[in-house]
């Protein structure tokens, strides 16, 4: 593996010249086509001397040890640390965009630590996390810098995690996933108007990421959705999502439905009702997802795993933490021995709640 310089501006592969002497952007549906200077929507990416380059690598909007169930996943590694970063920008615009201090910065000064690849590897195996989450924002906008990152951490026996939308097209989406372990992606609503008026994007390309990780990988997933009221909470959007679920993806892949605040530009709605995330979980269940969850909200019976074949609760949560525990080490359940899709090495790890806010310089040699 080549080690790029720290906070290098470094090239990248996924651009073509146009016909009127702009570059286009290739790497995500947005195909944005830049003069020199400009800088695509997700201000990361720029052109610079007739190249796309990427401008962050090397540089985080900061680093923090959560438990990996705040991704949310509940079926890789349950109960142990990750170490998660991110830099700036993104490629979507939602409106309610909870990390837009973050994703929508356009000063680099929110970038406050900086980092090689090889550090941010050592610095997860000194402070004994299973895995690095790629976070904040969309890792898949800094794809080179998490690459280098994943490789590094392979090397060490560290899993990655991408915490994305799965706003990427084809070529780019094969390299990036294939140095992933684990992801959990974003489905933000089930219309295209959705995707089109509050998140400056379109659904297809999601669907299309999630269809290819699981039918041409094998990184672990799950899907997120944020219920907002009015916007893609109704019982028939619900229906139809959960279907497409179950039709494309099968019954295994777990879902967390969520809790919305009002946040960035979207201040006018209301935080969501638990009743809400309560009536999805349902519907979700009835329509053949095996693990359907709540989040954002303390509900113990919504945050737990259950046996899809017995009913036996598997891994009891309350908001972090693991309070039961029934599989065995290599997830099955102890009472009936189906097993549990997922991902899990032994007994459950027991990091809970904590948040450990890291410096990265502790840990330069």
């Known amino acids: 593996m080549t080690t790029q310089p720290m906070s290098a501006i470094v090239p990248t592969k996924y651009w073509h010249v146009i016909e009127d002497g702009r570059i286009q952007c290739d790497l995500c549906p947005r195909f944005c086509k830049l003069h020199e200077g400009q800088h695509g929507l997700c201000f990361v990416r720029a052109r610079q001397n007739h190249q796309i380059v990427l401008t962050t690598y090397g540089r985080s909007s900061g680093y923090c040890v959560d438990p990996i169930e705040k991704k949310p996943l509940n079926h ?83 899993k990655s995690v991408a915490v994305t939308a799965g706003y990427i097209t084809e070529e780019p989406r094969k390299e990036f996933f294939s140095y992933m372990d684990a992801a959990n992606v974003d489905l933000k609503a089930f219309t295209e108007q959705f995707y089109h008026k509050i998140c400056g994007g379109h659904l297809q390309p999601v669907l299309d990421t999630l269809k290819y990780l699981k039918h041409e990988t094998n990184v672990w997933f799950e899907i997120t959705t944020l219920l907002i009221p009015g916007e893609n909470d109704s019982d028939q959007e619900l229906e ?126």
């Open 76 to 158: 890789f590694l349950p109960g142990t640390p990750i170490l998660s970063f991110g830099t700036a920008g993104c490629n979507l615009a939602c409106k309610f965009c909870q990390n837009w201090d973050i994703s929508k910065a356009r000063e680099t000064d929110v970038l406050a630590d900086q980092a090689p690849p090889e550090l941010i590897a050592r610095a997860a195996k000194k402070l004994g996390c299973s895995s690095v989450a790629y976070t904040y924002n969309d890792p898949v906008i800094f794809m080179e810098y998490a690459i280098d990152a994943a490789k590094a951490c392979r090397t060490l026996g560290i």
């Open 240 to 365: 139809e999502m959960t279907r497409w679920v179950v039709e494309n993806l099968g019954p295994d892949v777990p879902h967390h439905f969520t809790a919305f605040h009002p946040d960035w530009k979207m201040l006018d709605k209301p935080p969501t009702p638990p009743e809400t995330l309560t009536r999805a979980r349902r519907i979700a269940m009835k329509n053949g997802i095996r693990y359907a969850y709540t989040g954002n909200v303390r509900d113990v019976e919504g945050g737990s795993t259950y046996c899809h074949q017995c009913g036996k609760k598997l891994i009891g949560r309350d908001w972090y933490v693991i309070t039961e525990w029934h599989l065995t080490d290599d997830g099955h359940c102890q009472s009936c021995s189906t097993r549990c899709a997922g991902v899990f090495h032994g007994p459950a790890g027991d990091w809970g709640p904590r948040r450990l806010p890291v410096r990265l310089k502790d840990f330069a040699v």
